[in-house]
């Protein structure tokens, strides 16, 4: 019985939602790459590293990124970007290995050597075997190519995304099992939503940054159940306010949700943004990233560690925060799953993921103009990007200190 209630109340640690899209798809050209990050490894930041042949930014778990060197997601100054999300199908691990146990040390290798998807289709083919990866490993550049890699220990199957016999639809949407595996792996529910979400937003020409970050990482529709907690139908005075927290996109085990944005084929690599949500995304904000390689890189702040080896970026540690007061039911066994809807989103407005949708709005408007006159410009500047930094760094601290003082008081 007790191993009954284990299988049937333990998700996997390593679960993750993720797209690649074609510039062929989106409303600017510009390829995209999103994951939805799900880990036991809940304090993220952003690292700039000096690769040994490109400098690259990228999400790192923040308790072990120096002595483990893995990076989850991630983009380098050649403009090419890549991520992974775990299969549960493509092996068969041996009692007490870890599965995909190279995974993320995959992707900061390659940032560190590739340009293009043909030279990680190279590095994944000149790959010692057995490799000991086992996911769906995402690809863009900064010459429009755009792929989903299949990997397993041996081999690899590659879906074009430029490809309309791959992705008839311009887009690739990948969870935790493979097309080219066997039996069901894991995510299910969640790429029928994600597929649901892309497919409508393909279809009216809306498969952007924002659209992404908006509507599918807050995407509390669980179309097994036939449920969609945004409905007003789901707060108070017709319910408790409470459910439980099963097969949404987001999860409380989501570290974070990002989402490269390309450049056009003839456009500098810099101009490649990647719009970062770390933290769980209900309760946090998404800040732009740019590999501006003016003394050594420059990240916004709240997304770097503060720190020595122990600290965490500021925007996880408040974004961390508000979900434990979302999650705050632990009466027992098993209750850690009990999400207080209603604190994240209710009928007056004032939900977390309400208040802070306004605040990534703000983000969202002073950025685009900015991004735009960098492009027609053919490159960044620096002193506008601090200036960009400095301002939403004031934005959103007084808006978390806001928050974190109503939490406080309602504990």
């Known amino acids: 019985m007790l191993i009954a209630w284990v299988c049937l109340t333990t998700l996997p640690a390593g679960a993750c939602t993720s797209a690649v899209v074609s510039g062929k798809a989106t409303p600017d050209g510009r390829p995209l790459l999103w994951k939805h990050r799900d880990t036991d490894f809940l304090r993220n930041h952003v690292a700039y590293v000096q690769g040994e042949k490109y400098a690259f930014v990228a999400v ?107 992705a008839p639809h311009g887009y690739i949407v990948r969870t935790n099992f493979s097309v080219s595996g066997t039996g069901p792996g894991a995510g299910q529910v969640r790429y029928l939503e994600a597929e649901r979400r892309f497919k409508q937003a393909a279809d009216d020409g809306n498969l952007t940054p924002h659209f992404i970050l908006h509507d599918v990482s807050r995407s509390f529709r669980n179309c097994k159940l036939g449920i969609d907690l945004r409905d007003a139908a789901f707060n108070p005075p017709h319910t408790s306010g409470w459910f439980v927290d099963q097969d ?80 705050s039911y632990h009466a027992g066994m098993g209750t850690e799953r009990y999400l207080h809807w209603e604190k994240l989103y209710n009928a007056s407005g004032t939900g977390y993921m309400q208040q802070l949708e306004a605040t990534e709005e703000e983000v969202f408007r002073l950025t685009a103009p900015l991004l735009e006159r960098w492009r027609q410009a053919g490159g960044i500047s620096a002193e506008e990007m601090r200036a960009l930094h400095r301002r939403l760094q004031t934005c959103l601290h007084h808006r978390y200190e806001t928050l974190l003082n109503e939490s406080s008081n309602t504990l």
């Open 60 to 166: 790192v778990n923040s308790d072990d990124f120096h002595h483990r060197r893995e990076a989850w997601i991630g983009m380098n100054e050649a403009g090419f970007a890549l991520m992974n999300t775990q299969s549960y199908n493509l092996e068969t691990v041996k009692e007490g290995e870890e599965r995909g146990a190279a995974n993320g040390r995959i992707i900061y290798r390659a940032l560190e050597i590739c340009a293009t998807v043909d030279d990680f289709r190279h590095f994944l083919d000149t790959l010692a075997k057995p490799s000991l990866i086992e996911a769906n490993l995402g690809v863009i550049d900064a010459k429009g190519g755009a792929a989903m890699f299949e990997v397993d220990y041996d081999s690899y199957v590659m879906f074009d995304a430029n490809n309309p016999a791959d």
């Open 248 to 327: 949404f996109i987001p999860r409380r085990s989501t570290s974070c949700s990002v989402v490269v944005q390309g450049v056009k084929p003839g456009e500098a690599a810099e101009l490649t943004t990647m719009w970062t949500l770390l933290g769980y995304p209900p309760t946090g904000v998404t800040l732009p990233v740019w590999l501006k390689k003016t003394g050594g890189g420059e990240l916004p702040p709240l997304l770097a560690r503060e720190g020595a080896a122990g600290t965490t970026s500021q925007l996880c540690q408040w974004s961390q925060a508000l979900a434990d007061s979302v999650f």
